[in-house]
């Protein structure tokens, strides 16, 4: 069974500075994805990042970009010069690659909720 | 395409009764997943569906809770006999298998009270 753990329940940043969000995972499989979900108060869960494990080079989306660790079984979110629409809960997920015909539903972590403070 | 719709937004329902939510997929989405989501957690997956065949149930999914994919396009999510430990927010995604992990697009979700 895989597990997604997310330590920092709450963060709070000052706008325009940088802030970065742990999380850390346990699984057997050798091929698999992470991301970042970002959920602001309307609830809907939005796609920040995603990592594919055998790719050694860390993923980048403009101001948003992980450190991959494979070998800790980490995968933190570093969000550069923050804005005030940063603030939302950020959950960090995880599935398995089992090809095209695979289950690959998301196991997430409890979130991380980020405020941005003007 | 307006994404993946869920309806009704809210939901409020007495202890005892059952409750129906619909969901709309992304048109050319051959996979849809239900997940539950109670506040302050991240959510929970609870089943799904490659076309109209349900693959996969999670153990979260009691007797109570049934899904179903008619003609591989909306879902539908009952809970019969409500209890208040149902109260959560159900949230559906969809997805393109051929593009590979990562393509989901999530509804805005129908949140459950059950009082």
């Known amino acids: 069974a895989q597990t997604v753990t997310q330590s920092q329940p709450e963060m709070s940043v000052q706008e325009a500075e940088t802030v970065t969000l742990s999380c850390t995972y346990d699984?057997?499989?050798?091929?698999?994805?992470l991301f970042w979900y970002k959920q602001p108060p309307s609830r809907q869960m939005i796609l920040v990042i995603r990592?594919?494990?055998?790719?050694?080079q860390n993923a980048t989306e403009n101001r948003f970009s992980v450190n991959f660790q494979k070998a800790a079984k980490s995968f933190s979110l570093k969000i550069s010069d923050s804005q005030l629409g940063d603030t939302a809960m950020y959950f960090c997920?995880?599935?398995?690659?089992?090809?095209?015909?695979?289950?690959?539903?998301?196991?997430f972590g409890s979130g991380t909720r980020l405020q941005v403070q003007p | 395409d307006t994404g993946v719709s869920q309806d009704p937004r809210h939901k409020i329902t007495k202890r005892g009764q059952n409750v129906t939510f619909r969901c709309d997929p992304i048109?050319?989405?051959?996979?849809l997943y239900w997940y539950r989501q109670t506040l302050g957690q991240g959510p929970e997956f609870l089943t799904y569906?490659?076309?109209?065949?349900?693959?996969?149930k999670s153990r979260l999914l009691s007797d109570r809770f049934s899904a179903e994919r008619p003609k591989g396009s909306f879902s539908t999510l009952e809970i019969q006999r409500t209890e208040q430990g149902d109260s959560a927010m159900y949230l559906c995604?969809?997805?393109?298998?051929?593009?590979?992990?990562?393509?989901?697009?999530f509804g805005s979700g129908t949140r459950l009270t059950v009082v």
């Open positions: 990592q594919e494990a055998y790719k050694q």
């Open positions: 997920a995880f599935t398995a690659w089992r090809g095209d015909t695979g289950r690959r539903a998301l196991t």
């Open positions: 699984t057997s499989e050798s091929n698999y994805y």
């Open positions: 048109s050319e989405h051959n996979r």
């Open positions: 569906f490659q076309n109209e065949a349900q693959l996969e």
């Open positions: 995604a969809s997805s393109l298998s051929r593009t590979g992990a990562g393509g989901y697009t």
